[in-house]
């Protein structure tokens, strides 16, 4: 058996594509949680869809992705032609790249969605309370969105709190800065008080030295004096 040509992978490729985007449809809405039957209030009430529907696409769009990529890779040892041929190989790798992303989106929104679900019903406990109460899921999401907004008025005080705070600390601080400033005028004003107050130290300083030389003095005469 020969190797197929370049028409006839590119045919494979245009249909596997097809396929892919079909099934990534059908793979969006089961990843949702959405179902064709059943209106609004029973995708409410309804249990989440079997995880075996949503592995079982998952690995059969897998395997399609898979495929076409090896497609796409025997197109590319086929050598060009052209540049219309190298744009039609550029543009089937982009589709690919596409449906990867959107592949890999619906499953990490399908992975989110099941660990809310997960988190909501409590291990259980939410589930029998819910039931009790006669809430239905969307009441519980509507609960949940009412928390949330309420811990984000707790948290807009917090931070309006903090914002007082800053501007109070910043007042003091310019208040504290004009005070240095006045001093610092009233002290270039007058030199003469700033030089004599220079001298009282030096003179402090130097009485201090002559008092200490004194008591050095005669501490060591008395200790002369009493061991003669």
């Not at 197929?4 to 449809?25: F, I, T």
């Not at 291990?123 to 969105?145: Q, V």
């Not at 008080?193 to 030096?202: A, E, G, K, P, V």
């Given at each position: ?21 079909l ?29 075996h ?47 990867r ?105 130097r009485d201090?030295l ?11 005469l008395?200790i ?5």
């Amino acid at each position: 058996m020969g190797v197929p040509s370049y028409d006839a992978l590119r045919k494979q490729a245009r249909h596997l594509e097809n396929e892919v985007d079909l099934k990534l449809v059908a793979f969006s809405k089961v990843g949702a949680g959405t179902s064709g039957s059943g209106g609004i209030h029973g995708a409410d009430t309804s249990p989440l869809l079997g995880e075996h529907v949503f592995d079982s696409l998952s690995a059969e769009i897998g395997q399609m992705l898979d495929r076409l990529s090896e497609i796409n890779e025997s197109m590319a040892e086929i050598p060009s032609s052209g540049t219309a041929m190298m744009h039609t190989l550029q543009r089937h790798r982009e589709i690919l790249q596409g449906y990867r992303q959107e592949f890999n989106k619906i499953c990490a929104n399908h992975t989110t969605r099941i660990e809310r679900e997960e988190l909501l019903r409590g291990s259980g406990i939410a589930t029998s309370s819910t039931a009790s109460s006669g809430l239905s899921r969307r009441d519980m999401y509507l609960k949940e969105s009412a928390h949330l907004h309420n811990s984000s008025g707790l948290i807009n005080d917090q931070i309006s709190i903090a914002m007082e705070t800053k501007e109070h600390l910043l007042s003091q601080r310019h208040a504290f800065k004009r005070l240095q400033t006045r001093f610092n005028d009233i002290s270039n004003r007058f030199p003469v008080i700033s030089s004599l107050m220079q001298r009282i130290n030096i003179r402090k300083r130097r009485d201090s030295l002559i008092l200490g030389g004194v008591i050095a003095v005669c501490t060591i005469l008395l200790i002369l004096y009493a061991f003669h």
